[in-house]
């Protein structure tokens, strides 16, 4: 089925898909927008697309909008981020391929990118990359990219931006193995918030933000700190975790126990705090620290089978010490 985009005046953003007959009343009444779909070479008048200017079937007067597809054409118009198409490819090592319509563009970590069309323009850029008109005082960047430093980004981000005809891709690939989560954050009422550096790409006009443990013994103990990423807006977020992922969710006042490491993301209703180890033999010999982080619903929470501090440590315990020989495993003959 052919899906159509419109671009219609003074809306800032794309509207749709829409199936065909939707698409002409839309034409219909808007004879000024310009039109793009599947094939065709860029965006152009709805006057000159033939397949727009005929007739309903049904009526020569073109019928109300549904109201379903009204409310969506109004959350497009109304949308702060891009409305971008994605794949996620791999397994053990996945990447995100992402296609950019004219006009369109996503935000990436500075490093993340695997490859790109030529058509598709890189902007490197001091701050989060959000739009022109969100944040693109001096000062709104010098704060945007401070919260990046705080959360474990760089101080510049890049925007990739489609410049030419018809679609371009351009994707960007995880940093170790492991899992990416695509996030659709008015899915999840707006706001995630995230370990530091999990945030691996994005759809151009989402925020990354810092959210602060309001508690002393969570910002100590809790493994991650007492900063955390926001994440808010309503577009597509990909979140980066090691290993496979679990999605829990939690009903008001239900408790999770967590290794603190284990934590990618959760909703804002979610409380967070850290519980000691009972047991002076658990402590000393369970292997687990002296602390496990909570997590109390009601909302969802999203876990990480293996955090790159564990791996990282042990790729250092199977590391040469002092200069010495490798403790891998060898033949005798070495």
Same mark, same amino acid.
């Given at each position: 089925?052919?899906?159509?985009?419109?671009?219609?005046?003074?809306?800032?953003?794309?509207?749709?898909?829409?199936?065909?007959?939707?698409?002409?009343?839309?034409?219909?009444?808007?004879?000024?927008?310009?039109?793009?779909?599947?094939?065709?070479?860029?965006?152009?008048?709805?006057?000159?697309?033939?397949?727009?200017?005929?007739?309903?079937?049904?009526?020569?007067?073109?019928?109300?909008?549904?109201?379903?597809?009204?409310?969506?054409?109004?959350?497009?118009?109304?949308?702060?981020?891009?409305?971008?198409?994605?794949?996620?490819?791999?397994?053990?090592?996945?990447?995100?391929?992402?296609?950019?319509?004219?006009?369109?563009?996503?935000?990436?970590?500075?490093?993340?990118?695997?490859?790109?069309?030529?058509?598709?323009?890189?902007?490197?850029?001091?701050?989060?990359?959000?739009?022109?008109?969100?944040?693109?005082?001096?000062?709104?960047?010098?704060?945007?990219?401070?919260?990046?430093?705080?959360?474990?980004?760089?101080?510049?981000?890049?925007?990739?931006?489609?410049?030419?005809?018809?679609? &371009?891709?351009?994707?960007? @690939? #995880? $940093?170790?193995? !492991?899992?990416?989560?695509?996030?659709?954050?008015?899915?999840? /009422?707006?706001?995630?918030?995230?370990?530091?550096?999990?945030?691996?790409?994005?759809?151009?006009?989402?925020?990354?933000?810092?959210?602060?443990?309001?508690?002393?013994?969570?910002?100590?103990?809790?493994?991650?700190?007492?900063?955390?990423?926001?994440?808010?807006?309503?577009?597509?977020?990909?979140?980066?975790?090691?290993?496979?992922?679990?999605?829990?969710?939690?009903?008001?006042?239900?408790?999770?126990?967590?290794?603190?490491?284990?934590?990618?993301?959760?909703?804002?209703?979610?409380?967070?705090?850290?519980?000691?180890?009972?047991?002076?033999?658990?402590?000393?010999?369970?292997?687990?620290?002296?602390?496990?982080?909570?997590?109390?619903?009601?909302?969802?929470?999203?876990?990480?089978?293996?955090?790159?501090?564990?791996?990282? &440590?042990?790729?250092?315990? @199977? #590391? $040469?010490?002092? !200069?010495?020989?490798?403790?891998?495993?060898?033949?005798?003959? /070495?």
């Amino acid at each position: 089925m052919t899906q159509w985009y419109f671009h219609a005046p003074g809306q800032a953003d794309r509207v749709g898909p829409f199936d065909e007959e939707a698409a002409r009343r839309f034409a219909q009444a808007n004879p000024r927008a310009l039109a793009w779909c599947q094939g065709m070479t860029g965006w152009t008048p709805v006057s000159e697309i033939v397949a727009l200017q005929q007739a309903s079937t049904a009526t020569a007067v073109p019928p109300p909008m549904p109201a379903a597809m009204a409310a969506t054409a109004t959350a497009s118009t109304g949308s702060r981020a891009d409305r971008i198409d994605f794949r996620i490819v791999g397994h053990e090592m996945q990447f995100v391929e992402i296609e950019l319509d004219p006009g369109e563009g996503a935000v990436a970590e500075a490093g993340a990118l695997m490859f790109k069309d030529a058509s598709v323009q890189m902007d490197t850029v001091f701050g989060g990359g959000a739009r022109g008109g969100q944040g693109s005082g001096f000062m709104d960047k010098v704060m945007a990219a401070g919260k990046r430093v705080l959360t474990g980004e760089s101080l510049f981000a890049t925007v990739y931006t489609q410049t030419g005809q018809g679609r &371009g891709k351009v994707a960007f @690939a #995880a $940093p170790y193995p !492991g899992t990416v989560l695509a996030m659709k954050l008015d899915q999840h /009422g707006g706001r995630l918030i995230c370990q530091k550096d999990s945030f691996l790409a994005g759809a151009r006009g989402v925020q990354i933000g810092v959210q602060f443990q309001r508690k002393i013994m969570t910002g100590l103990f809790g493994g991650e700190g007492f900063i955390m990423q926001k994440l808010e807006g309503d577009g597509w977020v990909f979140i980066h975790a090691g290993g496979c992922v679990v999605e829990r969710e939690l009903a008001a006042g239900e408790r999770l126990d967590v290794d603190t490491g284990c934590i990618v993301a959760y909703h804002p209703t979610v409380d967070m705090d850290v519980r000691r180890v009972k047991g002076i033999r658990s402590v000393l010999f369970g292997g687990e620290g002296v602390f496990l982080a909570t997590l109390t619903g009601p909302g969802k929470v999203w876990l990480q089978s293996l955090p790159f501090s564990r791996l990282a &440590g042990r790729m250092w315990m @199977a #590391a $040469p010490q002092g !200069g010495g020989k490798s403790r891998g495993e060898s033949s005798l003959l /070495g």
